[in-house]
C-alpha cells in the first residue's frame, strides 16, 4: 500500500476518534504533539487502525514505535 495512502487513513482514524485536526501529519509526530491524544484514546486509534487495515499488531510492535513514522512502517509491512 502506497505510503500517503497510509498516512490519509491514519489521518482520518486520528480526526474521528480526537474530534479535531489541530496537527499536521508528519513522520515525526507522537502523540504529546497531539491535543487529546491520552492513552484511552491511543488505544481506541490502534484498535481503530488495525480494524480499518485489517491487521492485527503485537504488544512487542506497538511497544517499538516511536512516531507516525515507524507505525506507517509497520502498517506497510503487513499489508
Known amino acids: 500500500m502506497e505510503i ?5 487513513k491514519i489521518n ?3 480526526v474521528g476518534i480526537l474530534e479535531h485536526d489541530n496537527f499536521e ?7 504529546k504533539d497531539v ?4 492513552s484511552l484514546s491511543h488505544m481506541m486509534i490502534i484498535t481503530k487502525i488495525e480494524e480499518e487495515f ?3 499488531f ?3 510492535e506497538l511497544n ?3 512516531n507516525l513514522g515507524s507505525l506507517v512502517s509497520l502498517i506497510q509491512s503487513k499489508a
Request: hydrophobic share 40%; charged share 40%; proline share 0%.
Open 54 to 56: 485489517g491487521i492485527r
Open 64 to 66: 517499538k514505535l516511536k
Open 12 to 14: 482520518q482514524v486520528l
Open 58 to 60: 503485537k504488544l512487542r
Open 35 to 38: 491535543d487529546g491524544w491520552d
Open 25 to 31: 501529519i508528519h513522520d515525526e509526530l507522537t502523540a
Open 4 to 8: 500517503n495512502m497510509i498516512k490519509d
